[in-house]
């Protein structure tokens, strides 16, 4: 990288004895005689490293450059000269931001090695700049969507592990997100520019999967016209999901137990052993330790698989995610549907904070997508719901007699709402549309607050 220096003294002989020698070095050197015009070199934007004098004359001081850099520009270090005598100025730019000072008459072969520092730790600066916009770019871990104090751990786990090399068991109930936590787990690896190798172990008989995942060479059966590379050797160098893990067979079992510990294997009739280096990550709905125990899972491969276990939580007992959740898929399917549909009125909300959602994420988004397409108003209601998320809620009414007053009303609403949602207060006020808050103030009014109600259940 070839740094851009930037020096300001308003005595021609330093600035430009300066110059000559940063250039000798093999820097790019521009030269300022006053404080404004080093400003303007600086707000063009591709300045590295700042030297420059305090005191100047003209409007703009070394101190003023200093303070604009720390300001506006904070990643460029700035280097202040001061005359003789004036430390207590030095002190301050020190205090001010300077990385940092020397006194004239300057020592040069100082004053380079502080410049050689600085512009390394600038390069440190500017690489992880670089990397972090990646990061942000392209692998976003904000594909899993959720809140939670749970999927946030989850989220936590998949940062940490993903760039080891260490196999990692996702767990979890059908539609949970077991495979969006394997894909966030390649994207933020640095095996991330190579190939993402997905296999379904319960989609393929025992002997085609075998073969998918190892290959065969020519004529290994009937059928096998030419020779076949495997998902782990197009895996090389990457990863390979293996969903669905639980419903292998013992023979496949074996082989890649072997993968594992050897990164061996062979070809479905085939003689050379090939090598690969391949981050394997296997899910499963199932209870692999109960499949140890009845004997259809080999222990030692469940122990390999099992080196990081990620456990993804069903979405019942996550239901903070759910309001996220739902204005992801929302968006997601008004813009799929060509539609414009704003919400959810708090009837078809309510009732899909009551669902129990078995079928998790999926039956989520599922509901999301049909009742996008279902409704016809702004909004989303009851009747736009799945008939098994609305069916409980249609049946479950308040009953608020004639004759009351809407205060009255509104306390019976909130009081009903509040036990049927066991206390929970967030849930609460989103269901009745006001912000807790509100919830809370309403709950002092109609006295259904008690005094201890800070250190109750949310
Ligand atoms: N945290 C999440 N954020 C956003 N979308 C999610 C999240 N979790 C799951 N989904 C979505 O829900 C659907 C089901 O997720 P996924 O296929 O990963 O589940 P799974 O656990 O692998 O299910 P199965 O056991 O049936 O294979 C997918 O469309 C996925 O994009
Ligand atoms: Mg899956």
Same mark, same amino acid.
Not at 95 to 100: F, I, N, Q, S, T
Not at 222 to 225: I, P, R, S, V
Not at 301 to 314: C, D, K, M, Q, T
């Given at each position: 990288m070839?740094?851009? &220096?930037l020096?300001?003294d308003?005595e021609?002989n ?10 000798m ?6 030269v300022a005689e006053n404080?404004k015009?080093?400003l303007?070199?600086?707000s063009?934007?591709? &300045? ?10 003209g409007?703009v001081s070394g ?10 520009t ?9 005359g003789h005598?004036?430390i207590d ?5 020190m ?6 000072f020397?006194t ?7 004053l380079?090695?502080? +410049? ?9 600066s @500017?690489?992880h700049?670089?990397l972090?916009k ?9 594909e899993?969507?959720?809140?939670s104090?749970? #999927?946030q751990?989850?989220i936590?786990l998949v $940062? ?9 068991l996702?767990?979890? !109930?059908?539609g949970?997100g077991?495979? +969006?936590v394997a894909? *966030? ?6 095996? /991330? ?5 997905? %296999?379904?172990?319960a989609a =393929?008989?025992e002997t085609?999967?075998?073969?998918e @995942?190892?290959?065969h !060479? $020519?004529g290994?059966f009937?059928?096998?016209?030419s020779l076949h590379k495997g998902k782990?050797?197009q *895996?090389?160098?990457g990863?390979i999901?293996?969903?669905e ?8 079992? +074996?082989? @890649? ?6 990164k061996k294997?062979?070809?479905v009739?085939? !003689?050379?052993t090939?090598e690969v280096?391949v ?7 199932r209870?692999?330790?109960e499949?140890?125990k009845?004997g259809?899972f080999?222990?030692d =491969? ?13 979405l /019942?007992?996550r239901?903070d995610?759910?309001? @996220? ?11 799929e ?6 919400g ?6 309510a009732?899909?904070y009551?669902?129990?959602w078995p079928g998790n994420? /999926? ?10 397409v #279902?409704a ?6 009851l ?5 098994? %998320? ?7 009414n308040i009953?608020i ?9 509104e306390?019976?609403?909130?009081q009903?709402?509040l036990? *049927? ?7 609460t006020?989103?269901?009745?549309g ?7 103030r309403?709950?002092?009014?109609y006295g259904?607050?008690?005094d ?7």
């Open positions: 070839k740094f851009t &220096i020096i300001i308003d021609k330093i600035r430009e004895g300066l110059a000559a020698d940063f250039e070095d093999g820097y790019n050197v521009k404080g015009q080093g303007e070199f600086i063009k934007g591709d &300045i590295d490293l700042v030297i420059t004098d305090l005191r100047m004359p409007g101190e003023d450059v200093l303070r604009h850099v720390t300001a506006e904070p990643g460029i270090p700035v280097i202040v000269l001061t005598g004036s100025a030095a002190v301050q730019a205090h001010d931001g300077a990385y940092d020397l004239k008459p300057l020592n040069l072969e100082q380079e090695m502080i +410049v050689k520092r600085a512009l390394q730790g600038r390069e440190l @500017l690489q700049q670089q972090l990646e990061v942000d770019s392209n692998h976003q871990v904000d899993i969507i959720g809140k104090a749970a #999927m751990k989850v936590t $940062k940490k592990v993903a760039d080891a090399k260490i196999s990692v996702v767990t979890g !109930e059908s949970v077991k495979e +969006v894909d *966030a787990l390649h994207k933020l690896s640095s095996r /991330r520019n190579n190939s993402f190798i997905k %296999v379904h172990c =393929l008989s085609l999967l075998e073969s @995942l190892f290959g !060479e $020519k290994s009937t059928g096998a016209e782990f050797e *895996a090389h160098g990863t999901f293996l969903d893990i639980g419903e292998i067979n013992q023979t496949v079992q +074996v082989k @890649l137990l072997r993968v594992l510990q050897e294997f062979e070809r009739g085939g !003689e050379q090939l280096d981050r394997v990550i296997a899910a499963t709905n209870n692999l330790e499949e140890v009845a259809r080999r222990e =491969l469940y122990f390999r698989l099992n080196g990081i276990h990620i456990e993804v939580p069903p /019942r007992e239901k995610d759910i309001p @996220l959740l739902m204005n992801a898929f929302l968006e997601k399917y008004n813009a549907n060509n539609k414009n549909v704003k959810f009125d708090s009837r078809a909300r009732a899909i009551k669902y129990d994420i /999926r039956e989520l988004q599922h509901c999301v997508e049909s009742s996008v #279902m016809s108003g702004d909004e989303i209601t009747d736009d719901l799945p008939p098994t %998320v609305s069916h409980q809620s249609k049946s479950e009953a007699p004639v004759g009351i007053s809407l205060d009255e009303a306390k019976i609403l909130i009903q709402n036990a *049927a949602n066991k206390g929970n207060k967030s849930k006020a989103d269901i009745l006001i912000g807790r808050k509100t919830l809370h309403k709950l002092q009014e259904l607050e008690n201890d109600e800070e250190t109750s259940q949310e």
